[in-house]
């Protein structure tokens, strides 16, 4: 995903099956050569059917859209009419708790859980 301003473009990820690329060049010619056919092979071209194209979707925001005039809109609107907010105060706690779970795993270059129960951060690493 890219967010550029108030575009969002996804590419989905190509999963098709592909050789190994880069350190075949370094191997004698004749190894690459059965390398590569047995790859063939093994791997045969889907059927125009079976095909499933890797193609981008662009969402943009409608011009004049501003995301901060919506939030705010929709917090006071929820105060005038008591009626609940869109995210609410558990959103926004999940919301950290994902932000948080992330950075502990950045930092400490570990796998981080969240364990509800005890609602604290679980290393990955330290529980085998």
Not at 30 to 41: F, G, N, T
Request: net charge negative; proline share 7%.
């Amino acid at each position: 995903m890219e967010i550029n301003g108030q575009t969002l473009t996804f590419t989905p990820q190509d999963t098709a099956p592909k050789p190994e690329g880069y350190s075949i060049k370094g191997w004698p010619a004749r190894l690459r050569k059965e390398y590569l056919a047995q790859w063939d092979a093994d791997h045969p071209e889907p059927g125009p059917l079976d095909y499933q194209a890797v193609e981008a979707e662009t969402f943009t925001a409608p011009q004049g859209y501003s995301d901060v005039s919506a939030h705010q809109a929709n917090f006071f609107n929820a105060v005038r009419t008591r009626k609940p907010t869109v995210e609410n105060e558990v959103f926004g706690n999940h919301a950290a708790i994902g932000c948080h779970l992330a950075n502990y795993a950045y930092f400490k270059n570990t796998i981080a859980t969240w364990d509800a129960g005890a609602k604290t951060i679980r290393d990955k690493s330290a529980d085998q």
